[in-house]
């Protein structure tokens, strides 16, 4: 994709148009699914889970080496997640996030933390932060959808 694509109002982007779609469906959470895939028509509910609002995303960037991005689920200038070996112990980092705002070819995300009350298998396994990033959607080259769930206070 070339940057001039980018610079109008409408995105060619097929990763815009997928997190279009996760948008408006968390912006009216369904309780039913269908197809298992990034824009299903709906958020899924399950057993433990009645209704879902977010399509929790893992993004990667062209130049990642197949290693997701992430960002720290703080908002300490000092966190770096390049090299988590000399990140500090007071803010950890993330892979997961939950697409909040689109506008052309910029995406805004919430960094969402494993929630330290739940196991891995329950209900409810990431919560939202304060943590947001806007990133030019051009660079990102792959988005993996994970489960449908339940974020409180998103």
Known sequence: MNNESC???ECSNSIADILKVILI???NACPESCLDSCDRPMLGGGPNCL???TRPVMLYTCCGNGVPWTMPICKDLTT????PQASNDICECSNV??????DGCAATFRVLAPNPEESCCNSQPYVGTNSFFTMDLSCCCCIRCLNDTFVDCV
Do not use: A, G, M, P
């Open 97 to 102: 996030f939950r697409v909040e705002k689109l």
């Open 51 to 53: 209704i879902c609002n």
């Open 7 to 9: 610079n109008t109002k």
């Open 80 to 83: 770096t997640c390049s090299n």
């Open 25 to 27: 469906l968390q912006q």
